[in-house]
């Protein structure tokens, strides 16, 4: 089991900068993918940005060149730093570890409110 706790929500103006990290308990495997979902309202859940455990980085289209995931796997932690953001950034966000391939399990975060002002 893993369990999931983010922090570093918060309002923020537009163009301004968060960072969310989330902290892993429980045991996290080298092959386990972390990563960051977000939820607007009225949408489905979206992947944000993912990483492996050794660095390599998958970015949703719109955060590309903005958003910067990273991961400590001492510690257990994966940050998302938030640099420009915009007021369709605004969602809930979810840290996220993925485990297995063909039949994966999915370990989710209580989610951090992220909001945007124009």
């Known amino acids: 089991q893993v369990q999931l706790g983010e922090s570093g929500g918060g309002l923020v103006q537009a163009g301004g900068s968060l960072r969310l990290s989330c902290a892993a308990s429980?045991?996290?495997?080298?092959?386990?993918?972390m990563g960051w979902y977000r939820q607007a309202p009225g949408k489905q859940r979206e992947l944000v940005a993912s990483i492996t455990s050794g660095g390599r980085t998958n970015y949703e289209d719109s955060v590309k060149g903005r958003f910067t995931i990273s991961r400590d796997n001492a510690k257990a932690m994966v940050y998302l730093q938030m640099n420009g953001l915009k007021p369709e950034d605004t969602a809930v966000y979810y840290c996220?570890?993925?485990?297995?391939?063909?039949?994966?399990?999915?370990?989710w975060g209580q989610g951090t409110q992220v909001t945007v002002s124009s």
């Open positions: 996220n570890v993925r485990r297995g391939t063909l039949r994966p399990e999915d370990y």
């Open positions: 429980g045991s996290i495997f080298g092959t386990d993918v």
